[in-house]
Nanobody
């Protein structure tokens, strides 16, 4: 049974950067898409981005394009979310998730069958 663990969240000022990490145990990321989602209080869970382990194709939500970058680390079996130019509206709990997706479902939370516990990101001065 796969377990995912996010890390790297915290408090950052507007315009700052953070890098979130997602580690998997129980299985590797191979053959799966790893997605990042976020949920702010009172809002629905939002797709941030995703990466296919094989091939490295990346996908991003419109609100983070050009600011966030997802990457994978084969040696350490990790997936990262680099967040730059952070804004107060990026404040949320960030989750990583894995699942077997196709291009049309990569942004759908229902396509992912394993989720981490989440890490809080707060952007505030």
């Amino acid at each position: 049974q796969v377990q995912l663990q996010e890390s790297g969240g915290g408090l950052v000022q507007p315009g700052g950067s953070l890098r979130l990490s997602c580690a998997a145990s129980g299985r590797t990321f191979a053959g799966y898409t790893t997605g990042w989602f976020r949920q702010a209080p009172g809002k629905e869970r939002e797709f941030v981005g995703g990466i296919r382990w094989s091939g490295g194709n990346t996908y991003y939500g419109d609100s983070v394009k050009g600011r966030f970058t997802i990457s994978r680390d084969f040696a350490n079996n990790m997936v990262y979310l680099q967040m730059n130019s952070l804004k107060p509206e990026d404040t949320a709990v960030y989750y990583c998730a894995t699942g077997r997706t196709i291009q049309s479902t990569v942004a759908s939370a229902r396509a992912y069958d394993a989720w981490g516990q989440g890490t809080q990101v707060t952007v505030s001065s």
